[in-house]
């Protein structure tokens, strides 16, 4: 059973940053692309950033596209998110995904498992 565990949300001001976090117990994690994604209260979840399962290759929302980086480090199975220039807009539970096919590029959509999420508040 695949498990997905983020971590590293919290309260910041807006022009302030924050590192999520995501930590997966599957051995084989290394070969999966990953994504992250948001969900605002009354909003539909929305796809935020993805990686390739080598990390060469990145996809963003054009909302957070040279505010955010999304990064992996396969050794300890994480994969990051990198949050600059927050926003209050940014304000929403974030979830990291892994893509359900192995050695795919990064993408939108095409996850099969997820995390429990992790909050983040961007006050103005």
């Known amino acids: 059973q695949v498990q997905l565990v983020e971590s590293g949300g919290g309260l910041v001001q807006a022009g302030g940053s924050l590192r999520l976090s995501c930590a997966g117990s599957?051995?084989?994690?290394?070969?999966?692309?990953m994504g992250w994604f948001r969900q605002a209260p009354g909003k539909e979840r929305e796809f935020v950033a993805g990686?390739?399962?080598?990390?060469?290759?990145?996809l963003y929302a054009n909302s957070v596209k040279g505010r955010f980086t999304i990064s992996r480090d396969n050794a300890k199975n994480t994969v990051y998110l990198q949050m600059n220039s927050l926003k209050p807009e940014d304000t929403a539970a974030y979830y990291c995904?892994?893509?359900?096919?192995?050695?795919?590029?990064?993408?939108?959509?095409?996850?099969?498992?997820w995390g429990q999420g992790t909050q983040v508040t961007v006050s103005s």
């Open positions: 995904a892994k893509r359900s096919t192995r050695y795919s590029p990064p993408s939108g959509s095409g996850y099969d498992y």
């Open positions: 990686i390739s399962w080598s990390g060469d290759r990145t």
């Open positions: 599957e051995r084989t994690f290394g070969t999966y692309a």
